[in-house]
DNA sequence: ATATATTTTAGAATCATTCTATCTTATATG
DNA sequence: CATATAAGATAGAATGATTCTAAAATATAT
């Protein structure tokens, strides 16, 4: 692992929240100024082929990152933020109805955030 | 309802494919050639507004469109291809987990379609 | 110590999608 | 019917996240 990929999993790993590539870029750039946005996003992607974190698309905002522990996705349908949830695992399901060339799925949850809802 | 967003509806619907507005653009087009790019995106999105039509976006392949009766999606891990699959319901399953703010969900199954398989 | 491979940098290129401004067509009102 | 107003379509520029290319720097191997 060379520095910049250790640094992004660690920023990615240890945060709360979902980051942006962005995101990502500000807190790294906070021990490494030099760090250049096209190095988080050769890391990102080279960290999303190792199977060492996994890529959280959500349709018309920036790819988000996220630790790779089995979990789905809330996103709030008026502001797109994101939430966790642990819904079953369809796994075993899954792999019955499609057949043995299943990888993986992906569950997304729309919903309001309880910001939203106030509104 | 306009002409085109009749035409469109029409395309999207009695396609067995799922379009990306390029390929509706060249399907509209013959019975309109002075049709313009820019129409099918405000048609498509005026009626995924409406309700008529969804989007189904896969990360890194344009948004593609497809009729609303409920289907999950399998998606090629190598190729991007998409296919319907009729998976479970779990809307009641997952309005009991998240609560009432709950509202719609998407399930992207990812698999290696039969072509991709073979190589 | 030198060759080779890997990583980073810098900035241009890409490409789906949206936006703006203008023109056209449809609808409503007097 | 005529004119006003709104809605839709066109043309092309703008946007913005992401990728690509080429060069520079750093690491690894012989």
Redesign the pocket.
Known sequence: M????REIYAVITTSNEHL??EQIFAEVRKTYP??????I???V?KLCKAGLIRRVSVE?I??RYDRIQKHDHLVCRRCGELADITFEDLTASLRETVGDTFLSYDLKVFYLCPRCRKK
Not at 2 to 5: A, C, I, L, M, Q
Not at 34 to 39: E, I, S, W
Request: aromatic residues 10%; negative net charge.
């Open positions: 060379t520095t910049y990929e942006t590539v030099r760090v250049v946005l096209a190095t996003y050769n890391n992607n018309g920036p790819d």
